[in-house]
């Protein structure tokens, strides 16, 4: 890596996306750094990763207000208020995801990884930047925008709960929660093709298929690690899920995009409300 290589490590650059607490430059400033480690990696020049030390908790706006998930209203998706509400959870959804991937990278920065690593979350992280933007542009498309309503204060309790550990970190983000985002996500784009919401519609189809690509690069990194510490994936995969993620797996899952993913059906099903759900035929897409 060259001496000369300017401006900030990844790490730093990570960070400052994590410290920035106004959403729509938050997500400017992640795709700006983005752009910048693929411009030097396709010129031979990559960036140092470098250390940095990331907060406990991102900055965030001063709205939306973030309350306990009992208190955020449920709407019903099929009046007006209900789909900008939808709408503002799945924004919600995507800046959390912003700051999961840049944390990814500087808080784990000490563990030895492939570059490739930092290739696929800093990609990730410039996706969901501009899933929130599109949702952003959504909500103030219908009058509304991002703040207007609260918001779910628990988003960043899967990071804390695997701050110390990568393996758990990639199982519980990606390989849980996002896997979740593929198993509900045309439920949510037929909503708003029963509205003739054709914005919404479009934002939602490109977040369904680059979600994919997020799951498919824990998946990655998780066979890799334990590829490297000579454990069973399956096995690890359930022991870590166990210990860290504090909920449960529901059915029905999206097994299409799940494989597509490189999740395999004994890695969740056998974790599906632990033992209660019986295995049978599922599927949203
Ligand atoms: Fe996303
Ligand atoms: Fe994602």
Known sequence: MSEKME???????????LTTADARAKCALSRRHAAAWFAAREAGTA???????????PARPARPELVSPREVPRRRPGSRAGRIALLHAIAH????????????????????MPAGFYDDWV????????????????????????????????MWRAAEDTAHDLMARLAVVPMVLEARGLDVTPEM??????????????????????????????????????????????ETFHALVRRHFHGTLKPPFNEEKRAEAGLPPDFYWPLAEEGAAPRGPAGTA
């Open 189 to 234: 784009i037929a909503i708003f093709e029963r509205a003739g919401d054709e914005q919404a519609v479009a934002a939602l189809k490109v977040i369904y298929a680059e979600e994919v690509g997020h799951v498919a690069y824990g998946a990655k990194w998780f066979n890799f690690l334990c590829g490297r510490h000579d454990l069973d994936p399956r």
């Open 93 to 112: 959804i995507e800046l959390n995801a912003v700051d999961l991937h840049w944390d990814i990278v500087a808080r784990f920065a000490h563990t030895p």
């Open 47 to 57: 960036l140092p990763v470098g250390r940095a030390a990331p907060p406990d908790r």
């Open 7 to 17: 401006g900030p490590s990844l790490a730093e650059r990570a960070v400052e996306v």
């Open 123 to 154: 990609k990730a992280a410039d996706e969901e930047s501009k899933h929130f933007n599109l949702l952003a542009d959504c909500l103030e498309a219908a009058g509304s925008h991002y703040g207007a309503l609260v918001a779910h204060a628990g």
